[in-house]
């Protein structure tokens, strides 16, 4: 029992070492620049999680390790005599992160629960815990950025070559859509309007206006025609003068006059023949004047009817002319109605293609200020510095020797 005793005292005093857990406490956010632009706060707590659970990894990382390892030194040896200058290799950064660092969350909580982590390193020294955990910080932030840069690097060279595909694709679409209305020539207007529910069609509307005008003309030498028949028959029968139609009348205040000058000598003779014999002066009179208003009407109806051959021909004119507009607007509709349908879906490409060019830029932009602030902040917030447990782990040379 004395041998043991004293192995025991031995050891305590010459070889055992507490070991110490400088703790480091930290606030992991996400990426302020993003699609949803959420300021740094995680949309769920799975992303919080698997955030925590990538600083865990990277944290434990050989890399980041060797890193720390190399920026605080070799621990000193020979009670402080000799420090070496070697520095480490990945398998010791290897097992230093397999036996002395851990990231884990507040006591009693998992991770993902809160945004709050701790970073504990173990070592003997307590000078030496609190170096490494802050050392095993700055190199888990570098690393943490390198991997952000070159996430967005890669992010930014996949959207650079969708920007040049879709900036191809429109400029295709849009020479199609040149092509198309190079051949519509002045028609353009229509054919736009013919794809635009808010604007109108300027030969549909002159179509319109033609045909109106086309319906006036038909009617109007429909007229000039009965006029003319009503004033031949009149000129071929003396008797009917009197029918001459009232739309001629209408238009001619004399014919109009004189029409109603024979009516009334015609009933005046006709009263006079009841009274008296046809040779009486009266009757006579009667007649002479009755005559003089027919010979009157039928030199003003050889007016009337040499005009209205010169209004008809004008007016069959003016059809042929309307007919001819109405035509060429027709054919002019058909061939714009013959390219609206390739038209349409060649408009409908270029506005689709420019809105993913649009979206694209827009996200390559958020990409490029990704990778800008990746260099310029960290997604990790340091709660103070790292501090010591209150006591080493395991039983301390105190307890041993006591």
């Not at 205040?253 to 008296?276: F, S, V, W």
């Amino acid at each position: 029992a004395v041998v043991f005793t004293a192995l025991g005292l031995c050891y305590a005093v010459l070889l055992k070492r507490d070991t110490w857990v400088a703790s480091q406490g930290m606030i992991v956010r996400d990426e302020a620049t993003g699609a949803v632009m959420r300021l740094g706060r995680f949309e769920s707590q799975t992303q919080m999680k698997a955030a925590q659970e990538t600083d865990l990894e990277t944290a434990q990382s050989s890399v980041v390790v060797q890193d720390a390892l190399n920026a605080v030194g070799s621990n000193p040896k020979f009670f402080g005599l000799w420090k070496s200058d070697q520095p480490f290799s990945l398998s010791e950064a290897e097992s230093f992160a397999r036996d002395c660092v851990k990231v884990r969350a507040p006591r009693g909580a998992e991770l993902g629960t809160t945004e709050v982590i701790y970073l504990d390193v173990k070592n003997g020294s307590q000078d030496r815990a609190l170096l490494l955990a802050a050392a095993l910080c700055d190199s888990l932030e570098k690393q943490l950025q390198k991997v952000r840069q070159q996430r967005a690097e890669g992010i930014i060279r996949e959207l650079e070559a969708a920007v040049a595909v879709a900036q191809a694709d429109l400029d295709s679409s849009t020479k199609k859509m040149e092509q198309i209305e190079v051949a519509a020539g002045v028609d353009l207007a229509d054919l736009r309007g013919l794809t635009d529910a808010n604007t109108g069609s300027t030969n549909r509307l002159m179509l319109d206006l033609v045909r109106d005008d086309l319906r006036k003309a038909e009617i109007e030498l429909q007229n000039h025609r009965d006029n003319q028949t009503s004033t031949q028959a009149a000129l071929d029968n003396s008797t009917l003068l009197l029918q001459v139609t009232d739309q001629l009348a209408d238009t001619q205040p004399a014919i109009r006059k004189l029409r109603e000058g024979l009516a009334d000598a015609t009933i005046q003779t006709a009263q006079l023949q009841g009274k008296y014999s046809d040779q009486h002066p009266e009757v006579l009179t009667a007649l002479n004047t009755e005559e003089q208003f027919r010979q009157n009407l039928r030199n003003e109806l050889l007016a009337v009817q040499v005009a209205l051959v010169g209004s008809i021909e004008l007016c069959e004119k003016r059809m042929t002319k309307l007919l001819q507009q109405e035509e060429e607007l027709g054919k002019r509709l058909n061939r714009l109605a013959d390219i609206r349908a390739d038209y349409t879906n060649v408009v409908s490409e270029v506005r689709a293609r420019s809105d993913e060019l649009q979206r694209t830029r827009r996200e390559l932009t958020l990409a490029t200020a990704a990778r800008d602030a990746a260099g310029a902040s960290s997604l990790i917030t340091r709660l103070n510095q790292p501090v010591l447990g209150d006591k080493p782990l395991g039983p301390s040379r105190k307890t041993i020797i006591g």
